[in-house]
C-alpha cells in the first residue's frame, strides 16, 4: 500500500535539501581556490584605479612625462590637480555639476522603484488574464538597446507628448519643462522600468502565501497589504535595485547630453570639458574622477548590507 507523504514532512525534506544546498555553496565559494580566484581578480581589478588614484596627487608634467608606478622611486605629490578641478569653470562649475547629478539621480532612482514595485507586486499577487504574457513581454524589453529609443523620444517629447495626433498630457509642455529635468527623469524611469520590475518581482513573490493569505482574512487591501507587508519585506531589493539604478544614471553621459545638455548637464559632462578641446589638460581627469565618484561611493556604502541579500530575493523559493 503506497505511502502518503504529509505537507509538513514534504516541507522538512525540502528544507532540508535547501539547506544542504546552502552549505555546498557556500563551501565550494570558501574553497582556497575561490578565495585565491577572488583575490587575483580584486588586485586586477584594483591596479587601474590605485594608478589613477596615484596619478590624481602627482604633478602634471610628471603625469604626461612618465608612469604612475615611478612615483614611488621619485615621490612628487600635489594638491594643484584637485585645486584646479574645483576652480574649473566652462559651461558649468563643478558644483553646479554636482547639485544637476543629484537632481537626476535621485529621481531617476526613486521613479522606476516607485513603478516596478507596484507592477511587481501585481504580477505576484493579483489574478488577471494575460499576466503571464506581459510580464514576458517586459522581460524581454531588457533586451531593447536605449539608443534605440532616443530618436522616438526626441520626438516624443518635442510635440509635447503628442502620440498618435492625441495630446496625451495637455497641459503640459515638456519643453518649459527642460530646466528641471522632466525629460532625462522620464527617459531614465523607461529604460529602467524592465530591470526593476524582474529584480523587484523575484523579491515579492518570494514572500509566503501564508502571509499575504493571512493579510486577506484579517480583511487588508491590496493597498494595505503592500503598504504594511511587501514593502518592508521587499526592502533589501528595494535597497539592491538603488544601487544599480543609482550608479548608472550618475554614471550616465548618453542620456544626460542628450536629454538635459548646458547648464543642466551633469558632472559626466563636465569630466569630458575638463581635458580642454584638443585635451591638452587630460591630467585633470584623473583628480575630477575621484571627485565624482564620492557620492557613489558614500550611497554604495551605505545600502552595502542590503546588496547580497536582495541580490538572493528569491533565489531559494521552495
Known amino acids: 500500500m503506497a505511502t502518503i507523504a504529509s505537507p509538513s514532512a514534504t516541507t522538512a525534506r525540502r528544507h532540508r535539501s535547501e539547506g544542504g544546498t546552502l552549505r555546498r555553496t557556500r563551501i565550494r565559494l570558501s574553497s582556497p581556490w575561490a578565495t585565491l580566484a577572488a583575490i587575483v581578480l580584486a588586485v586586477l581589478w584594483t591596479i587601474p584605479s590605485?594608478?589613477?588614484?596615484?596619478?590624481?596627487f602627482r604633478p602634471p608634467d610628471a603625469i604626461t612625462t612618465s608612469g604612475w608606478w615611478t612615483a614611488f622611486a621619485n615621490p612628487q605629490f600635489t594638491l594643484a590637480n584637485y585645486v584646479n578641478t574645483l576652480k574649473f569653470t566652462d559651461t558649468l562649475t563643478v558644483w553646479q555639476s554636482f547639485v544637476n547629478s543629484l537632481t537626476i539621480t535621485i529621481p531617476a532612482t526613486l521613479f522606476p522603484i516607485t513603478l516596478a514595485?507596484?507592477?511587481?507586486y501585481a504580477f505576484a499577487w493579483i489574478d488577471f488574464r494575460g499576466k503571464d504574457l506581459l510580464f514576458i513581454c517586459v522581460f524581454a524589453m531588457q533586451v531593447v538597446p536605449l539608443q534605440m529609443a532616443l530618436v522616438p523620444l526626441l520626438r516624443l517629447y518635442s510635440n509635447g507628448l503628442n502620440l498618435f495626433g492625441v495630446?496625451?498630457?495637455p497641459g503640459l509642455n515638456l519643453n518649459s519643462l527642460s530646466s528641471s529635468f522632466a525629460e532625462v527623469w522620464i527617459s531614465h524611469t523607461i529604460f529602467a522600468l524592465p530591470l526593476a520590475v524582474f529584480i523587484l518581482h523575484n523579491s515579492v513573490s518570494a514572500?509566503?502565501?501564508?502571509?499575504?493569505e493571512a493579510a486577506k482574512v484579517d480583511g487588508a487591501g491590496h493597498g494595505h497589504t503592500f503598504l504594511r507587508l511587501v514593502l518592508p519585506l521587499a526592502m533589501p531589493a528595494i535597497a539592491s535595485f538603488a544601487i544599480f539604478q543609482f550608479l548608472w544614471v550618475w554614471n550616465d553621459l548618453l542620456v544626460a547630453t542628450i536629454f538635459a545638455p548646458g547648464s543642466n548637464a551633469p558632472i559626466t559632462k563636465l569630466l569630458t570639458d575638463l581635458s580642454g578641446t584638443y585635451g591638452q589638460q587630460w591630467y585633470l581627469l584623473s583628480a575630477g574622477t575621484f571627485l565624482a565618484i564620492i557620492v557613489p561611493l558614500v550611497v554604495f556604502f551605505a545600502l552595502q548590507r542590503f546588496f547580497v541579500r536582495g541580490l538572493l530575493a528569491g533565489a531559494t523559493k521552495g
Open 167 to 169: 495630446q496625451v498630457f
Open 50 to 56: 590605485f594608478g589613477l588614484l596615484v596619478s590624481s
Open 207 to 212: 514572500i509566503p502565501r501564508d502571509v499575504i
Open 117 to 120: 514595485l507596484m507592477a511587481a
